[in-house]
């Protein structure tokens, strides 16, 4: 009776050890800090995905309160490319790639790209705010400290699934390309130089 008891305290040690192995994976690992590191969000795969236009999936429209209190539906960017980043403030590596997603903001905003980003996992607002006026974002990005957003992207598609995340959608609102990794400044652009190219044909 003695060693079954003992069997169990073990096994139900265990099982609780890979409940909370699983709800801290994420793609700061430890670095994360303690508005996000609760997040059962897993670690990105580090692959890139581009997609041919004739096999892309329209991506959801999503909407909901910017940071700034506005409000956005990605709807409203139908005609632009829109590079979508998931983000969250206690993220190591969203810090890093931040610099390199603002200046690539700026040089392809007159080639009608936009940017736009989903705060998540952020349980208070201010770090989200403090972290957009560290790196100088000036783009919008949803407020989405439950990770409500995420679920809408179907499983089996191109969803983000990790943090961070970046999605490239085209001017008919369909997913381009998907990265499962935080980007450098010359990753991104290589992943939208395809979808810029095809404006520029169709153009022609």
């Known amino acids: 009776m003695i060693q079954n008891r003992a069997k169990l305290a073990t096994l139900a040690v265990l099982a609780t050890a890979g409940v909370l192995g699983s709800l801290?994976?994420?793609?700061?690992?430890?670095?994360?800090?303690?508005?996000?590191?609760?997040?059962?969000?897993v670690q990105g795969t580090g692959e890139v995905t581009q997609v041919p236009a004739a096999d892309r999936d329209a991506a959801?429209?999503?909407s909901g309160e910017t940071l700034d209190g506005e409000q956005l539906s990605l709807e409203d960017y139908r005609g632009d490319i829109v590079v979508l980043n998931f983000w969250g403030s206690w993220c190591?590596?969203?810090?890093?790639?931040?610099?390199?997603?603002?200046?690539?903001?700026?040089?392809?905003?007159?080639?009608?790209?936009?940017?736009?980003?989903?705060?998540?996992?952020d349980l208070e607002q201010a770090n989200a705010l403090a972290f957009e006026?560290?790196?100088?974002?000036?783009?919008?990005?949803?407020f989405d400290p439950g990770g409500r957003l995420l679920l809408e992207f179907p499983?089996?598609?191109?969803?983000?699934?990790?943090?961070?995340?970046?999605?490239?959608?085209?001017?008919?609102?369909?997913i381009a390309a998907r990265a499962l990794k935080p980007l450098a400044e010359e990753e991104l652009?290589?992943?939208?130089?395809p979808v810029l190219a095809e404006t520029a044909t169709t153009e022609k």
């Not at 994976?25 to 059962?40: I, V």
């Not at 190591?92 to 080639?111: F, H, S, Y």
């Not at 499983?155 to 001017?171: E, F, K, M, V, Y």
């Not at 652009?189 to 130089?193: G, H, I, K, T």
């Open 92 to 121: 190591a590596p969203c810090r890093a790639e931040a610099p390199g997603l603002v200046t690539v903001a700026e040089d392809t905003a007159d080639q009608g790209v936009s940017f736009v980003g989903v705060n998540t996992r």
């Open 60 to 62: 959801p429209d999503i």
């Open 24 to 41: 801290t994976a994420c793609s700061g690992g430890d670095e994360a800090g303690p508005s996000g590191g609760d997040s059962n969000i």
């Open 133 to 142: 006026r560290t790196f100088d974002v000036q783009f919008p990005s949803l």
């Open 189 to 193: 652009r290589a992943a939208l130089e």
């Open 155 to 174: 499983s089996g598609t191109l969803n983000p699934q990790a943090i961070p995340s970046t999605l490239i959608i085209d001017r008919e609102g369909r």
